[in-house]
């Protein structure tokens, strides 16, 4: 790991003389933060790598939804595509360079990974109700548990502080539209709050020109999300808050007969004690409900690939996942300055039914995969300063989890009576930071972390004709252990954070292709998930904020991943190769600017190198640099006029490579204009 530390302190001074270069919100020490230790605290507190999007970031960032925002983060891996142009299992979240699906994403500290597959459907929180978003990179798991291999983001949506209603609309290319509102009512002891929002575009054909044909459309999409939340002081130490929403979402991707459905119900409440000076209980229950119909196509036979398509498949999902935490935090004087005791469990049932076609439209069968998960875990944090300038934080979970009641239904599968598997983990973290004068601070971690098999890995099976992938009952959980060591420097109005980590996972999911011989009639290419490989992902990640005036603000974020798999006796040629969709440099500036009248222009700019994809090149997408413009003016009684233009130089590049479609381009030149409201 040393000469990722050596390019860590390389990277700080370039960064330095790249100042005036980016705009985000700058990152301040006595910011409060509240993901990377379970509770309040300021940012100079925490030994960690964390980046902080604020609601003005949020607003003057050129975006359709909070992930066209992250993907600018540092170590944040995302698709290229937005959540609302791919196929909703594409929208994947890692950070790291550790591929697929290996962070964890909360809203107000709630889970809201997909219970059966584990994607993220982001368009589910619309961008003016959110507060802002806490990104803490780095094995999160002996805090929050599974999938926090490589780290957690946290949206939190605004509070119910004081009465207070903003709103924005706006419309623009390709007839797109958006309109999104928080309303806050407050009172003596109480506060309700109302937000909502709904997004639509009819789309952009993403196919490559050779890929086209006469069943290509527009991936069209919207949008609707309704959320009511409300607090109560019950007593002078004890105090409700509380959300329910509604989400659905219908899209056309890529040809008329592919469709995807989404309704999502969410519930959640929490109950917070201060029973003495420092002393504080929190305890949190949530559930959710969730129905997902995806119909995917195939080509009749004697019909050219893009010529005709007829449904083949009908997946209908339906998932249910319900928990509850508790955790007590003591703030002490001394050596110990705090101690935190938790506790949680995660319930998940899902069922996966999908109904098989011929060309006809004649129903075949209905292949079948559902079951249960559940998580058990305890953790414990203490926080140590044996010296003023030495702050030592150690936390570390067990986890107990069980997958049963499993179903396996498709041709050549289980069948029902699944024998049930249960593991464990231990999960410690260290992490030390080391103030020196000037406002430098060296910090370090060490950490383990895991991510369980989801329901779908488990237990379900997609087909199309002649080739089937089935799930594995018997998938043991992938286990990571990484290290990072890093800076935090801050003068004046400037502050810049460098991190270099390595990172290596066991039983890391693969295929095994399976004898032709052994598979059901219909199918001539089979494959089955295992525990077969081995990888490993190191880098550095750095990121830098300055406000030269007040009128002025720019950050500048950079990430260097060298993700390869190490080991895989299934797919020896994937051994050494980067991992698909992780490219090795990425680079993302910005800046805001205040003029006169108020009127507020805020250029971004990114670049990703190409992703090298497997040897046969699936999965390759193009090196690309994409520059965006925002812009907004205040006219009068709180009402600002906004424009936001996306790839304004319309670059063409291929940004989507998955191996089951043709090549998708990525979002060509992308205008909208409108109106935002803020009343307090």
Not at 78 to 90: G, K, V
Not at 361 to 384: E, P
Request: glycine letters at 10%; aromatic letters at 8%.
């Amino acid at each position: 790991m040393s000469r990722y530390l050596l390019l860590s302190g390389a990277v700080a001074p370039c960064l330095l003389l790249a100042v005036p270069a980016s705009a985000q919100s700058v990152a301040r020490s006595d910011d409060i933060v509240v993901t990377a230790t379970r509770s309040a605290r300021m940012l100079a507190d925490v030994p960690a790598s964390v980046s902080i999007v604020t609601g003005d970031r949020i607003e003057s960032t050129p975006a359709r939804t909070i992930d066209d925002v992250l993907r600018r983060v540092p170590s944040v891996d995302l698709p290229i595509a937005s959540t609302d142009e791919q196929h909703p299992t594409n929208t994947i979240v890692s950070m790291r360079g550790l591929s697929g699906i290996r962070s964890l994403v909360l809203l107000d500290g709630v889970p809201i990974n997909d219970p059966f597959f584990g994607y993220v459907q982001w368009s589910e929180v619309p961008l003016e109700t959110i507060d802002r978003v806490e990104i803490v990179r780095g094995g999160g798991a002996p805090l929050w548990g599974n999938y926090a291999m490589g780290g957690v983001i946290n949206i939190l949506t605004k509070p119910i502080d004081r009465d207070a209603l903003t709103a924005e609309a706006a419309g623009g290319s390709r007839g797109s539209y958006r309109a999104d509102g928080h309303a806050a009512l407050a009172g003596a002891g109480f506060g309700l709050g109302l937000d909502a929002g709904i997004n639509h575009s009819d789309g952009y054909v993403e196919q490559v020109r050779s890929a086209r044909g006469a069943i290509t459309v527009p991936t069209a999409f919207t949008a609707h999300t309704v959320a009511s939340s409300g607090n109560a002081d019950l007593a002078p130490d004890l105090t409700l808050r509380a959300r329910a929403s509604y989400y659905d979402n219908d899209q056309t991707f890529l040809t008329r007969l592919n469709t995807n459905d989404q309704r999502t119900w969410r519930g959640t409440a929490t109950l917070s004690w201060t029973p003495g000076e420092g002393s504080s209980v929190e305890l949190t229950a949530f559930h959710d409900d969730e129905r997902f119909v995806t119909n995917n196509t195939g080509t009749p036979d004697g019909a050219g690939p893009y010529d005709a398509e007829y449904v083949q498949n009908s997946h209908r999902t339906r998932a249910r996942d319900w928990g509850a935490s508790l955790i007590w935090t003591r703030a002490f004087t001394g050596a110990l300055r705090s101690l935190s005791l938790g506790a949680d469990y995660h319930g998940i049932r899902g069922r996966d039914d999908a109904r098989i076609f011929d060309e006809a439209g004649s129903y075949l069968r209905t292949d079948t995969g559902s079951g249960d998960q559940r998580f058990l875990g305890g953790f414990a944090q203490a926080d140590l300063r044996p010296l003023d300038a030495l702050q030592l934080l150690f936390s570390v979970r067990y986890q107990d989890f069980r997958s049963f009641h499993g179903v396996d239904k498709a041709p050549g599968g289980l069948g029902s009576g699944i024998p049930g598997r249960r593991d464990g983990d231990v999960d410690p973290r260290l992490s030390v930071r080391y103030q020196l004068p000037a406002g430098f601070a060296l910090r370090g971690a060490i950490y383990r972390a895991f991510r369980a098999p989801t329901l779908d890995n488990l237990y379900r099976a997609a087909s199309v004709p002649g080739y089937i992938l089935y799930g594995n009952a018997a998938l043991k959980p992938e286990t990571l252990e990484g290290a990072e060591a890093g800076f935090d420097l801050e003068r004046g109005t400037m502050r810049l954070q460098a991190t270099a980590y390595a990172s290596r996972i066991s039983n890391f999911l693969t295929y095994r292709y399976l004898d032709p011989a052994t598979l059901p009639a219909g199918f001539d290419i089979g494959a089955r998930l295992i525990n077969a490989g081995r990888a490993r992902s190191r880098g550095v990640e750095a990121e830098l904020s300055w406000r030269p005036a007040p009128s002025l603000e720019a950050t500048l974020a950079y990430t260097y991943a060298d993700s390869i798999v190490t080991r895989n006796p299934e797919d020896p040629a994937s051994v050494g190769a980067q991992q698909p969709g992780i490219p090795r440099h990425r680079a993302s500036a910005g800046m805001d600017w205040i003029g006169p009248y108020g009127i507020r222009l805020s250029p971004r700019v990114r670049y990703l190198s190409r992703t090298n994809g497997d040897p046969d090149a699936l999965y390759r997408t193009d090196a690309h640099f994409i520059a965006d413009l925002a812009a907004s003016a205040p006219l009068r009684h709180g009402i600002e006029a906004f424009a936001q233009v996306e790839n304004l130089f319309d670059r063409r590049y291929v940004g989507t490579n998955d191996g089951f479609t043709a090549p998708l381009y990525g979002k060509p030149f992308t205008a909208v204009a409108g109106f935002r409201l803020k009343l307090k």
